[in-house]
């Protein structure tokens, strides 16, 4: 147990279902100790609740006081409200952690107390089954004890890499949105197996598998990938003739768009959420 701690998520959809599942499932933290709350949709509480035994509060039932851990888990468009709405009650020694993509720690410890330890977090969707890679990075109050206590948690929804702030926007672009690429490509092969002819559950398990395969032989073979790749291609057999399409078709250049324009969209989030700040007019941290 990660010191009997109490953390709440502010924020019920997906990404926040897919922490709660993975830390529930890994018992690191007691689910009477797990709360959590959103903006009005009372129904998906008591479904999160009902599912993982955890505790779904109405927003104006919350007891802030009474948690250690606050995760930030709404889309970056509504941090400036939900923030405004806590910040008078925030105390000291909570810790806030953040997973808004694009959001960076100056911003939010500009919105909250001045000297609160605010850490971003960028986990990805496979927290669901214990499977996300999770980056941190500390905020300029943070302790080392804090981080390291963040890092444990987030290491029972797969693994954690700290890296700087500055790294977040391309680890968003590679980690956090990564797996929709995955599935997108997913999505393509299947659509051509069924039209073939093999049923889409097979397909599903087929293709799964090649994906974990090819996931493993990055993890555990020394080679680089262009080697990998280049081992399974046989002179003019048949994954020459679909690297060529993939080439032919721009494979390479859409793949390395996606990743540059994630990454610079996270940047961009930022940029956003500091100019609706100051149209809001919402006082900072050093007036509190
Ligand atoms: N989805 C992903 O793969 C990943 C997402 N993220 C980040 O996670 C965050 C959440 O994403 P996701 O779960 O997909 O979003 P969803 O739209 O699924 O969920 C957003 C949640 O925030 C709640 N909310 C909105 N405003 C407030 C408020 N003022 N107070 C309390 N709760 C509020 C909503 O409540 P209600 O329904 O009642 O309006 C809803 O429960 C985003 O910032 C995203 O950048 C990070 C990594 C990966
Ligand atoms: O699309 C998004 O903005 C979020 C962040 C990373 C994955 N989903």
């Known amino acids: 147990m990660l010191d009997n701690k109490k953390i709440v998520f502010i924020g019920a959809g997906a990404m926040a279902e897919a922490m709660i599942s993975g830390i529930v499932a890994a018992q690191t933290i007691s689910p009477e100790h797990i709360f959590v709350t959103n903006r009005t949709n009372t129904s998906r509480l008591k479904q999160l609740q009902d599912q993982y035994g955890i505790n779904g509060i109405p927003n104006g039932e919350l007891q802030l006081d009474q948690v ?169 057999g048949t994954t020459a003739a679909g690297l060529l399409a993939l080439r032919e078709y721009c494979g390479g250049e859409a793949i390395t768009q996606a990743v540059h324009q994630a990454s610079n969209r996270s940047k961009e989030i930022s940029r956003q959420l500091e100019n609706s700040i100051q149209n809001m007019n919402i006082p900072t941290a050093i007036e509190i």
């Open 68 to 236: 250690d851990v606050i995760i930030l888990a709404m889309k970056p468009k509504d941090a400036a409200t939900s923030l405004q709405s806590i910040r008078q009650i925030i105390k000291p020694h909570q810790l806030i952690l953040s997973v808004l993509a694009g959001v960076t720690t100056s911003l939010i410890e500009h919105l909250v107390p001045a000297g609160q330890q605010v850490i971003r977090v960028m986990p990805n969707t496979s927290s669901k089954i214990g499977e996300s890679a999770t980056a941190l990075a500390k905020g300029q109050h943070t302790t080392k004890q804090n981080l390291s206590w963040a890092k444990h948690l987030f290491e029972c929804i797969g693994e954690v890499y700290v890296i700087r702030e500055e790294q977040m926007d391309i680890f968003t672009g590679i980690a956090g949105s990564g797996p929709a690429y995955f599935y997108f490509l997913i999505e393509h092969m299947e659509k051509e197996a069924v039209k073939a002819g093999l049923t889409k559950g097979t397909v599903r398990e087929i293709l799964a598998q090649t994906l974990l395969g090819a996931a493993k032989m990055i993890q555990e073979q020394e080679e680089s990938p262009a080697i990998l790749r280049q081992n399974i291609t046989s002179p003019n």
